[in-house]
């Protein structure tokens, strides 16, 4: 699975191991427009998380994908976040290049052991990911092309 050119990139897409509600935007606001929010997660990200999954050989959970300038306020999320998408014409459309995957391991309700993290991290570093933000529950992964690479941050 090859990563499309830039230029071709889609808010449209479909994997074999995720969903585009798993990433939408769930805010009021959003499930408003549509009761499975609104999704505008780039097609580049999710093939990279899909190569990440691959490479992890399990599951790979998001805690929060895309936003809307209202949600990202509500969450106390930076103005110039990699989870905010922007809807208008092509040339001003910004498609959502960030998730947090959790690390909280939703079906046995634990707390990842530092081994799991440890492969999940390397999962998705093999995956392309070079932009980490590291808290207790989650890992900010994003591949924005605004903003330096090879980074990582702790919360």
Known sequence: M????PEQDTHIWEL???SMAEVACTCPHC???DPKGLSFMSWRTMIMIQKSRDHLGG???FNSGCRCWFHNKIVGGISNSSHLFTIGEPGERRLTTAGD???VNPRERRVMTSSEQYAL???LSEGGFTRFGRSQWFI?????PRKVPKVEWFY
């Open 101 to 103: 995957v959790t690390v």
């Open 121 to 123: 991290r390397q999962s």
């Open 2 to 5: 090859s990563l499309p050119p």
């Open 140 to 144: 900010h992964i994003d591949n924005d």
């Open 16 to 18: 074999k191991n995720f």
């Open 31 to 33: 499930l408003r427009i």
């Open 59 to 61: 599951p790979i959970y």
